[in-house]
């Protein structure tokens, strides 16, 4: 699998201390998740802070983060999330989310 590119060169540490803080507006924040989503594909999280981040993002957060959690997972090649990944299509809460979700993984504009 080729590597994803990356934005920034901020470490997945860093990012996931920044969502701590709770000071990024939306469209930053989607930006950032995207950041760690190729850190992860890409093998630069060694200490699987940002999957793990990723994850816990699929429980507590708006629609639009859960969405971009999903998105970034899905596109992992990790066995070990199909689990979670299944669990959240099922929670209906997420329902009105799987369509567009759908759409980006098949590569389709979701606008």
């Given at each position: 699998?080729k ?21 990024l ?12 989503g ?15 981040f990723l ?23 990790n ?23 759908d ?9």
């Amino acid at each position: 699998m080729k590597k994803l590119s990356r934005t920034t060169q901020i470490p997945p540490r860093e990012i996931v201390r920044w969502f701590k803080k709770g000071t990024l507006l939306l469209t930053r924040k989607l930006s950032l998740l995207n950041e760690l989503g190729a850190c992860c594909q890409n093998g630069d999280d060694p200490q699987k802070e940002g999957e793990k981040f990723l994850l816990k993002t699929l429980k507590d957060r708006g629609k639009k983060m859960r969405m971009q959690a999903y998105y970034n997972l899905a596109n992992q090649p990790n066995d070990k999330h199909f689990e979670v990944l299944a669990q959240f299509r099922t929670e209906p809460r997420n329902t009105c989310l799987l369509t567009r979700i759908d759409r980006l993984l098949d590569g389709q504009d979701i606008a």
